[in-house]
């Protein structure tokens, strides 16, 4: 497939829209070509998983969607206008990175950094709207309240971490979640519930979700559509029928093999 075409689904407004975005680093021979004229829309609710080998160009793609890398050339809008302020886009616009530690401040209670995290939005919800907010929150994600009540960061397990930060973004509730490996440290059964959290966060409150994940085999258990990367473009991209079930380009059929042994049932050719 040609790497200018557009990856997008018929019928719906954008939230999400990239136009020949390329961004590069470096300068002369020793530049890097991390996204290479990648075009897509991304429908409003819509789950799309990013798919790719490393250093492919995902994570710069998902930094571009947060607002945190502006393209070297093409177009990214975001509801159809050009990201120009960072706090405005993040009233929108959240993430979940690989490493939930990095996220949390260690010196501080979760409660309150999760109580906290309000202060990114624009209208700060009332003092009893946070509380019962962060309670909801915590419950969606399967914690009670009391189990996390004092704790800091370092004596939760990274699984349990990753948890808080969903519960972060079950309480913000911002219309976009950018999910960049959401489910890298943690064991299987952790990854089953974390993608379930993520599919609630679709049903329960409409956001749209970009999931980036190596493995395809999870992209196609949650995804609307996915897009496979390789050296930067867009390789190829559909429903998670058409990709993972009838894949067309080498690439995909290689990230087929590698999905783990664990969950390669999930796609039944
Ligand atoms: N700030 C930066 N400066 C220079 N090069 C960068 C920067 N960020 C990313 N790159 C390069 O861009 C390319 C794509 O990186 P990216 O982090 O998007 O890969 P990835 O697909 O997320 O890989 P992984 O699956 O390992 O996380 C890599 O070659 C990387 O070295
Ligand atoms: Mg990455």
Redesign the pocket.
């Known amino acids: 497939m040609p790497n200018n075409s557009s990856h997008s689904m018929p019928g719906q407004a954008p939230i999400f829209s990239a136009k020949q975005v390329s961004m590069d ?2 300068h002369g021979k020793k530049i ?1 070509h ?2 290479q004229n990648v075009s897509f829309d991304i429908a409003d609710g819509a789950i799309v998983s990013v798919v ?12 571009i969607m947060l607002g945190l890398y502006a393209p070297t050339s093409g177009e990214f809008l975001y509801q159809g206008r050009p990201i120009t302020d960072q706090r405005d886009h993040w009233n929108d616009v959240q993430s979940v990175f ?1 490493d939930p530690f990095s996220c949390f401040n260690q010196f501080f209670t979760i409660h309150s950094q999760l109580k906290d995290a309000f202060g990114i939005l624009k209208n700060k919800p009332s003092r009893a709207e946070i509380d019962s907010r962060v309670d909801a929150a915590l419950r969606a994600v399967n914690v009670l309240p009391a189990e996390i009540e004092g704790k800091y960061p370092f004596e939760l397990s990274g699984g349990q971490m990753q948890r808080m930060l969903l519960a972060r973004i079950f309480a913000l509730r911002p219309k976009v979640l950018v999910a ?2 959401p489910t890298s440290m943690v064991d299987a059964c952790v990854r089953a519930n974390i993608l379930d959290y993520l599919m609630k966060l679709k049903h329960e409150l409409g956001m749209t979700i970009v999931f ?1 994940t ?1 493995d395809i085999g999870l992209a196609y258990y949650v995804s609307d559509q996915i897009f496979i ?1 390789h050296e ?1 473009q867009i390789v190829e991209s559909g429903i998670p029928d058409e990709v993972a079930l009838h894949p067309k380009h080498p690439v995909t059929l290689q990230l087929i093999d590698d999905i783990p042994d664990i969950h390669k049932d999930w796609i039944k050719r």
């Open positions: 680093f470096g890097c991390a996204v790719g080998g490393s250093g492919c160009g995902k994570s710069v793609l998902a930094k690989q960049d490996e980036v190596h990367m930067g």
